[in-house]
C-alpha cells in the first residue's frame, strides 16, 4: 500500500483525513501549513505510520490530498491530486480531481457554540442552511477513502447530502449522495462538548 501525502495535516479537515487513513492501515505524510499552529499534527508524533515532510520532498504518491486550493500541483510528485473545494479561479491540471465537498463540520473545526464559522460568517446549527448542506466531516472522509481504492476516471467528485438531492431538479454526473448515519443533533452535541472541553487547544490561527 503507497504512502498518501496530506497537505495541510495541521488544518482541522486535514487533520480528520490523516486520522482516517491512518486508522485504515495507510502510512500518510503530511504538510504542515506554517501559517498554522501545529497543535493537531502533535497528535499523530507516536505513529510509526505518520512522518511530516516538507513540499520539496521528492517521493512519488498514490494521492496527494489538498485541504488548501493554493498548493501548486508541481510541488507534489502524486498519481491523482485531490483538491478540495477547489478556489473557483484555480486551472485543473491533468493529474489533478476536484472534489466538492458540501458545509463540513466535526471536532476542531472553527466555531462558537451557536454554529460554524464558514468563511467570514457563522451558520447557526439551527439554521435551514445547515440542515439540509452539512456532513459530518468523519461521513466524508470515510467515502473519501472509499472511493479512493475505486477506479478513478472523472475529473470532479460532487459529494452532496440526501437533503440536496431533493432540491435538485436533475442529478449532476459524478455525484454522490450521503446522509449521517447519526441524527445531527446528536452529532451537534458531541461537537458542542468537545469544543467545551478541549476550547483552548482550538486551533485559533483558523479563526483569523
Request: net charge neutral.
Amino acid at each position: 500500500m503507497m504512502t498518501q501525502l496530506v497537505a495541510f495535516c495541521n488544518d482541522w479537515i486535514g487533520f480528520h483525513i490523516v486520522n482516517d487513513l491512518l486508522e485504515h492501515g495507510y502510512k500518510v505524510n503530511g504538510i504542515e501549513d506554517t501559517t498554522k499552529d501545529d497543535m493537531l499534527t502533535m497528535f499523530f508524533g507516536r505513529n510509526s505510520s505518520f512522518q511530516i515532510v516538507n513540499s520539496e520532498t521528492q517521493k512519488s504518491y498514490e494521492h496527494a490530498i489538498l485541504t488548501n486550493s493554493n498548493r501548486k500541483p508541481n510541488e507534489m510528485n502524486a498519481e491523482h491530486i485531490l483538491v478540495i473545494n477547489p478556489d473557483e479561479n484555480r486551472s485543473r491540471s491533468p493529474n489533478e480531481i476536484f472534489i466538492f465537498a458540501p458545509l463540513l463540520y466535526g471536532e476542531w473545526m472553527p466555531m462558537n457554540k451557536q454554529g460554524i464559522l464558514h468563511g467570514k460568517e457563522i451558520i447557526p446549527f439551527d439554521s435551514t442552511r445547515f440542515e439540509q448542506d452539512a456532513i459530518y466531516i468523519k461521513e466524508f472522509t470515510k467515502l473519501l477513502i472509499q472511493w479512493m481504492k475505486g477506479n478513478k476516471t472523472s475529473s470532479a467528485l460532487y459529494v452532496k447530502t440526501k437533503e440536496t438531492k431533493k432540491r435538485e431538479k436533475e442529478k449532476l454526473e459524478n455525484s454522490i449522495y450521503i446522509r449521517d448515519n447519526i441524527p445531527k443533533e446528536k452529532r451537534i452535541e458531541q461537537v458542542i462538548k468537545h469544543y467545551e472541553q478541549y476550547g483552548a487547544m482550538y486551533n485559533m490561527d483558523q479563526l483569523k
